[in-house]
């Protein structure tokens, strides 16, 4: 167990829609990275978020988005969803340590229908 | 552009057998070199670590050898058990705290 957690496990939802992922660090951990996860594309990194500003932005396309909240848990939203967006999104919880490991959380299936 | 390159995509090895999966980068400003490990179902488990100034490090039977010159690393298990079957992927970070870039994954069996 990383002690990421992230909710909700499952989610299924139609094209067009609307959803939000939510992520909770570890404890002690201020930084939160977005990964997705699909079979053509391979896990590709999102966006990260350290004390609630935003640090870094990867592969995320302008229809989704992200904010970090006080209490550090995260979100992802994602809208206007399409057939294409089905994957798995992972959080991680960056370290402070000397490597600033990244530990992944169980992640959330989203299948769009 | 894929900037961390994997082989091979899937590995079959006896039990007490030695796996090796290789990396190659073209970035280099990357200096963080992690390796995870992945079972169906789960999130990607961190297993190794290492940083360009050093050519090897060992964690158990999980070894990290790293060529800087060659811009290559790779991950090698000793002993490998069927426990260890799972797909390994490596990945490398440019910067204290940037996101990760994955390679494609490797898909390792280990028979019985």
Redesign the interface.
């Known amino acids: 167990d990383?002690g990421?957690t992230q909710t909700p496990k499952h989610l299924i939802t139609a094209t067009g829609q609307r959803v939000t992922l939510r992520c909770s660090p570890r404890s002690g951990d201020l930084?939160v990275?977005w990964?997705q996860q699909s079979l053509d594309q391979?896990?590709?990194?999102?966006?990260?978020y350290?004390n609630g500003e935003e640090?870094?932005k990867?592969n995320i396309l302008e229809r989704f988005s992200a904010q970090q909240f006080p209490d550090l848990h995260s979100e992802l939203n994602l809208s206007s969803l399409e057939l294409g967006d089905s994957a798995l999104y992972?959080c991680a919880s960056?370290s402070s340590g000397s490597?600033?490991?990244?530990?992944?959380?169980?992640?959330t299936r989203l299948t769009v229908l | 552009q894929q900037q961390v390159k994997q082989s091979p995509q899937s590995l079959i090895v006896q039990k007490g057998g030695i796996s090796i999966i290789n990396c190659a980068y073209e970035n280099t400003a990357f200096d963080?070199f992690?390796w995870?490990q992945q079972f169906p179902g789960?999130?990607?488990?961190?297993l190794i670590?290492i940083?360009p100034d050093v050519s090897e490090k060992k964690e158990g039977r999980f070894t990290i050898s790293f060529n800087k010159s060659a811009k290559q690393f790779s991950l090698h298990i000793m002993d490998s058990q069927p426990g260890d079957s799972a797909t390994y992927?490596c990945?490398a970070r440019r910067g204290?705290?940037?996101?990760?870039?994955?390679?494609?994954?490797t898909h390792l069996i280990i028979q019985p």
Do not use: C, H, M
């Open positions: 990383s990421v930084s990275y990964y391979g896990l590709q990194f999102l966006i990260q350290y640090r870094a990867g992972f960056g490597y600033n490991e990244q530990f992944f959380g169980p992640g | 963080y992690p995870y789960k999130g990607p488990a961190l670590a940083r992927f990945a204290g705290a940037d996101g990760l870039t994955f390679g494609k994954g």
